[in-house]
Nanobody, 115 residues
Framework: QVQLVESGGGLVQPGGSLKLSCAAS????????MGWYRQAPGKQRELVAT???????NYADSVKGRFTISRDNAKITVYLQMNSLKPEDTAVYYC?????????WGQGTQVTVSS
């Protein structure tokens, strides 16, 4: 059984920063992809950023240059540093871990950008 535990969400003013963390535990292979997705009210869940076990990253166009995804392989933890936050970044952010034949989600953490 794999568990993903997210932390770091909250309320921040426009232009501010937040850092999300997602710690994975359980039977996880050496080759995998971890990432962050988000879902705003009334919208579909969308990709924010992913990172492979080799360190290759991928970002949604809407967050490029503002968000940075990173990972600590020893801790099996992925981070999302979010800078220059905008009101449209408001959403529930979900951590995801996947490898061949398997995909797991965290419970989600709320990020609200508002003055």
């Amino acid at each position: 059984q794999v568990q993903l535990v997210e932390s770091g969400g909250g309320l921040v003013q426009p232009g501010g920063s937040l850092k999300l963390s997602c710690a994975a535990s359980g039977s996880i292979p050496s080759i995998y992809i971890m990432g962050w997705y988000r879902q705003a009210p009334g919208k579909q869940r969308e990709l924010v950023a992913t990172i492979t076990s080799g360190g290759n990253t991928n970002y949604a166009d809407s967050v490029k240059g503002r968000f940075t995804i990173s990972r600590d392989n020893a801790k099996i933890t992925v981070y999302l540093q979010m800078n220059s936050l905008k009101p449209e970044d408001t959403a529930v952010y979900y951590c995801n871990a996947r490898w061949i034949g398997y995909a797991y989600w965290g419970q989600g953490t709320q990020v609200t950008v508002s003055s």
